[in-house]
């Protein structure tokens, strides 16, 4: 009788009603709004398609079908086709990068190799009965893998290491303690991503300056002044974390992990670590040696997504006896939800970018009477807020690449610091904090659903874009107008 009446389907009218709502906005947007140029018609569907796609992972509550939707409505106007739009989001190179990234990170989570770590790291003797020094000691990390690899391979990496160690703990998906110290693990680590002045962002903004005949940068004043800046963050995040969100760290005060608990490493176990090192090693070539040594031009050609899948090749190659074979992997290592919200929201950052829609230009066209006459410091709030509410709705290196020259341009006539302008320029820019499209790694952390759930990236994306404005323009400012 109990099988009889066991309900068909789980659809609330709750979720009917919002997921009604969330293809209607899609679909009727662009009837109910005009076009005010240089804003095309086309600007305006990908808007409406946008919003409804933001309202279906917020309020539904759902990544799989509102990104389907949103890919397949984008192809079925008239900025792209459906086949265009899925070549553009899922043969994009970060998302291409994530999927080789996941069976890659997924051999050394199958060989034991990431509770190892996370066992080392929970028994060191600072990080005991400590879940504060713990987090501190996880976005330490996040930082040091952001130097080595890009910003979307680092998150990738920490994201299972915090999951594991949570698991150490018998935490439970969705606790507070988990949640923030992976958001602050996505906050901090994009912070101390500008560091090197060769990584993409900084590279796309001082380019530019460059280009435009700027003095050289003093980078390491610029270096200096990030470092800073992070351990800012990291003060800032632990102090939220402790005495505003408050998590329930009953569990990990209370629990003495010891490594021998752990057996020692077998020689399987051995031979993945080091073939992991050895990866990382050569992803890092074409950072620190000349693309003119024949090696690292070869690498730079690859691309970080292409080594990733050499990797995945050449374990696949070794035909170790031990561990899941390709077929596993692919079946059970990928997490479909952070594919297909990645490739809807580096579409969307796409199309927001193309100049066919307008967007750009006419957010341009809005802000540019704005700033008219303005002060080099209010100047420079007002851009700098400007693009950071732009990284969020699009792609952090397009909407500096559109930025940097308006910035450049306005800055010079009215005698500014660009240095300083575009060091702020750097900050504001990389806190794509609020919505999936702002970044990869925001993709990465909103799909994270289980252990960061509902509106919480959300909530703590919008205010981590407010502590940004104030550490932006109350130290870094006043900081670089010192040193630069």
């Keep these: 009788m109990e099988t009889a009446n066991k309900r068909l389907t789980k659809l609330t009218p709750a979720y009917v009603i919002n997921s009604i709502i969330t293809i209607a906005i899609m679909i009727g947007f662009k009837y109910v709004v005009t076009p005010v140029e240089p804003l095309t018609p086309v600007g305006v569907e990908i808007l409406g398609i946008f919003l409804g796609v933001v309202y279906g992972w917020l309020v539904v509550g759902d990544i799989f079908w509102p990104s389907l939707f949103g890919l397949v409505f984008m192809g079925l106007s008239d900025w792209s086709t459906v086949s265009g739009v899925f070549k553009t989001g899922f043969g994009h190179n970060n998302v291409m990068l994530m999927l080789f990234f ?4 997924n051999i050394i989570s199958g060989a034991g190799i990431t509770e190892y770590v996370a066992r080392w790291i929970t028994s060191r003797k600072i990080a005991q009965g400590k879940p504060y020094v713990l987090s501190i000691l996880i976005w330490i990390a996040t930082c040091v893998i952001y130097f080595m690899v890009t910003a979307t391979a680092g998150f990738m990496i920490m994201i299972p290491l915090i999951i594991e160690i949570s698991r ?31 990584k993409s962002l900084p590279l796309v903004v001082f ?17 200096l002044i990030v470092i800073l800046t992070t351990i800012i963050f990291v003060a800032l995040t632990f102090l939220i974390m402790k005495f505003i969100v408050k998590p329930d760290v009953s569990a990990i005060e209370s629990q003495i992990i010891d490594m021998s608990q752990m057996p020692p490493l077998t020689r399987y176990q051995k031979a993945v670590f080091a073939y992991f ?3 990382i090693a050569i992803v890092m070539i074409p950072n620190f040696v000349p693309t003119s040594v024949p090696i690292s031009g070869f690498l730079k050609g690859m691309g970080t997504p292409g080594i990733v899948a050499m990797a995945v090749l050449g374990w696949y190659a070794l035909r170790f006896v031990d561990g899941q074979d390709m077929m596993q992997l692919f079946s059970k290592g990928v997490n479909w939800g952070v594919i297909f919200i990645l490739a809807c929201a580096m579409t969307v950052a796409a199309a927001v970018s193309d100049p066919a829609t307008g967007i750009q230009a006419w957010l341009g066209v809005i802000i540019e009477p704005v700033v008219a006459g303005k002060s080099p410091f209010m100047l420079t709030v007002i851009l700098c807020s400007f693009a950071l509410f732009l990284t969020n709705i699009g792609n952090n290196q397009s909407v500096a690449a559109i930025i940097t020259p308006i910035l450049l341009s306005i800055g010079m006539a009215s005698g500014a610091n660009m240095l300083v302008l575009l060091t702020c320029l750097l900050l504001c820019c990389n806190a794509g904090y609020c919505t999936p499209p ?11 659903t289980e252990w960061v759930p509902g509106k919480e990236p959300y909530k703590w994306g919008l205010v981590f874009s407010i502590i940004t404005v104030i550490v932006c323009f109350g130290f870094v400012y006043p900081l670089s107008s010192l040193l630069l």
């Design 102 to 105: 996941f069976l890659f990170t």
């Design 168 to 198: 150490i703990y018998n935490l439970k998906p969705g606790n507070m303690w988990t949640c923030f110290t992976m958001i602050g693990a996505f906050v901090i680590g994009g912070t101390s991503y500008i560091l090197l002045p060769y």
């Design 207 to 223: 380019s530019s300056y460059e280009a435009l005949g700027g003095e050289p940068v003093n980078y390491a004043m610029y270096m």
């Design 277 to 279: 090192c050895a990866v």
């Design 438 to 448: 702002a970044s990869a790694t925001a993709s990465l952390l909103f799909a994270q």
